[in-house]
T-cell receptor, first 113, second 113 residues
Framework: DQQVKQNSPSLSVQEGRISILNCDYT??????FLWYKKYPAEGPTFLIS?????DKNEDGRFTVFLNKSAKHLSLHIVPSQPGDSAVYFC????????????FGAGTRLAVHP | DVKVTQSSRYLVKRTGEKVFLECVQD?????MFWYRQDPGLGLRLIYF???????EKGDIPEGYSVSREKKERFSLILESASTNQTSMYLC????????????FGPGTRLTVL
């Protein structure tokens, strides 16, 4: 049973527009959420994170929103650029213990000029 | 910058062979992880190590073992490779602390024939 779900395997957006990537989770104990970005033939790289005590975190063009009641988070990229084309993974963890990350299946974003 | 390296980018092995995947990190991180990435399934944790000679099973440890004799090196071993172990293998490391950010290597694409 997948605890972290990314229901859209792919997303296509025009350059300059907003990209919205979604992620749902089932475990209410998750208290830390991260987004990773992965280019082909490279390992994932950390993009942005959010603690469950917040509902928004912003870093330049990237903003993550957390809706705890809906167990939903989203990543907004504004404006989208062709270099943003990659696979985006959502991940979640529970503080304490070994802080294992549980990853979603990923969403492939394609930004077209 | 944290650097995580993996011994091979591409590997082709035959069914039944013993396979060693090596991972080295240069940031003195205590925690190290092995994942496999498969389409539609995201990253799944195979094993992790929170310190030298310490290991814990992840979500899919069957058919794998690990070794951590030195802090900087974490090895994944496929005792008898099978075709269903064809996958992308990713190593990661992390320094314990407030953030759960993990730093990934470039991955090893393993094909078992």
């Amino acid at each position: 049973d997948q605890q972290v779900k990314q229901n859209s395997p792919s997303l296509s957006v025009q350059e300059g527009r907003i990209s919205i990537l979604n992620c749902d989770y089932t475990n209410s104990m998750f208290d830390y959420f991260l987004w990773y970005k992965k280019y082909p033939a490279e390992g994932p790289t950390f993009l942005i994170s959010i603690s469950s005590i917040k509902d928004k975190n912003e870093d330049g063009r990237f903003t993550v929103f957390l809706n705890k009641s809906a167990k939903h988070l989203s990543l907004h990229i504004v404006p989208s650029q062709p270099g943003d084309s990659a696979v985006y993974f959502c991940a979640a963890s529970v503080s304490g213990g070994y802080n294992k990350l549980i990853f979603g299946a990923g969403t492939r974003l394609a930004v077209h000029p | 910058d944290v650097k995580v390296t993996q011994s091979s980018r591409y590997l082709v092995k035959r069914t039944g062979e013993k396979v060693f995947l090596e991972c080295v990190q240069d940031m003195d991180h205590e925690n190290m992880f092995w994942y496999r990435q498969d389409p539609g399934l995201g990253l799944r944790l195979i094993y992790f190590s929170y310190d030298v000679k310490m290991k814990e099973k992840g979500d899919i440890p069957e058919g794998y073992s690990v070794s951590r004799e030195k802090k900087e090196r974490f090895s994944l071993i496929l005792e008898s490779a099978s075709t269903n172990q064809t996958s992308m293998y990713l190593c990661a490391s992390r320094s314990p602390g407030r953030t759960d950010t993990q730093y990934f290597g470039p991955g090893t694409r393993l094909t078992v024939l």
